[in-house]
């Protein structure tokens, strides 16, 4: 069992920057790859990044492509989105999520565990 926790979230204007944090505990956190999803109000959730256990690989939605960045810290247990040039679009309830793989996914329901969200708002 992992538990996840996600923190960074608020809200900030057009063109601005946050950090989201993703805190796992649990289990071995190098033993899973993980994932940022979002869900705008009215949409099914979608994916933004996903990165392989040990941040070799990663892959980003082309909708944040050059905008966002997947990083994570195994030491600490943590996974990071770094979110620059936000957009209006861009906002939506963020997402961190814990795959039984250490290979990444694109795919919602190939994620195992799931953090509560944290709200993103970006205002015109």
């Known amino acids: 069992q992992v538990q996840l926790v996600e923190s960074g979230g608020g809200l900030v204007q057009t063109g601005g920057s946050l950090r989201l944090s993703c805190a796992a505990s649990g289990r071995t956190f190098s033993n899973y790859a993980m994932a940022w999803f979002r869900q705008a109000p009215g949409k099914e959730r979608e994916f933004v990044a996903t990165i392989n256990w040990s941040g070799s690989h990663t892959s980003h939605a082309d909708s944040v492509k050059g905008r966002f960045t997947i990083s994570r810290d195994n030491a600490k247990s943590t996974m990071y989105l770094q979110m620059n040039s936000l957009k209006p679009e861009d906002t939506a309830v963020y997402y961190c999520?814990?795959?039984?793989?250490?290979?990444?996914?694109?795919?919602?329901?190939?994620?195992?565990?799931w953090g509560q969200g944290t709200q993103v708002t970006v205002s015109s």
């Open positions: 999520a814990a795959r039984r793989f250490v290979l990444p996914s694109l795919l919602v329901n190939e994620y195992d565990y």
